[in-house]
T-cell receptor, first 115, second 111 residues
Framework: DQQVKQNSPSLSVQEGRISILNCDYT??????FLWYKKYPAEGPTFLIS?????DKNEDGRFTVFLNKSAKHLSLHIVPSQPGDSAVYFC??????????????FGTGTRLTIIP | ETGVTQTPRHLVMGMTNKKSLKCEQH?????MYWYKQSAKKPLELMFV???????ENNSVPSRFSPECPNSSHLFLHLHTLQPEDSALYLC??????????FGPGTRLTVT
């Protein structure tokens, strides 16, 4: 059973427009959510995160929104740039018994920015 | 070198071979992780080490054997693997609580 779901495997957006990537989760114990970006032949790189006590976190062109009641989060990128073309992974965290962040990942959404 | 490094980047091995994957982090983190990414599947956590002690084993088959000699190095020893074990193996590190930093991964093919 997949606890973190990214239902759109791919998304194409015109350069300069807004990209919206969505993620749903099922485990109400998750208390921290992260977005990672992955280029080919590289490991995922951390992009932005949000704690469950907030509903919005903004960092430059990137904003993450959290709707706890709907168990849904989204990543907004505006304006979208060609360098944003990558696979984006949503991840959710529940602290393990030993204090480590145990991340559960979605399957990823491939974002393509069209020049 | 900075960040998290992994060697080799690509590995092809037969089902009877024994090989090891190596991960090294230069970030001063105390936690290290092994993940497996198969095609069209989410990243799956395999093992977690915190201050060299294994704190998570996510029901991984015994043909995968991790080793963490210190907080900067993590190995994954492989023996008698199956073709379905072919995947991208990613190492990550973090402080005890915090975002994880990933290496570039080792693309493993089992023939």
């Amino acid at each position: 059973d997949q606890q973190v779901k990214q239902n759109s495997p791919s998304l194409s957006v015109q350069e300069g427009r807004i990209s919206i990537l969505n993620c749903d989760y099922t485990n109400s114990m998750f208390d921290y959510f992260l977005w990672y970006k992955k280029y080919p032949a590289e490991g995922p790189t951390f992009l932005i995160s949000i704690s469950s006590i907030k509903d919005k976190n903004e960092d430059g062109r990137f904003t993450v929104f959290l709707n706890k009641s709907a168990k849904h989060l989204s990543l907004h990128i505006v304006p979208s740039q060609p360098g944003d073309s990558a696979v984006y992974f949503c991840a959710a965290s529940a602290l393990s018994n030993f204090g480590n962040e145990k991340l559960t990942f979605g399957t990823g959404t491939r974002l393509t920015i069209i020049p | 070198e900075t960040g998290v490094t992994q060697t080799p980047r690509h590995l092809v091995m037969g089902m009877t071979n024994k090989k090891s994957l190596k991960c090294e982090q230069h970030l001063g983190h105390n936690a290290m992780y092994w993940y497996k990414q198969s095609a069209k599947k989410p990243l799956e956590l395999m093992f977690v080490y915190n201050f060299k002690e294994q704190t998570e084993n996510n029901s991984v088959p015994s043909r995968f054997s991790p080793e963490c000699p210190n907080s900067s190095h993590l190995f994954l020893h492989l023996h008698t693997l199956q073709p379905e074990d072919s995947a991208l193996y990613l190492c990550a590190s973090s402080r005890t609580e915090g975002e994880q930093y990933f290496g570039p991964g080792t693309r493993l093919t089992v023939t």
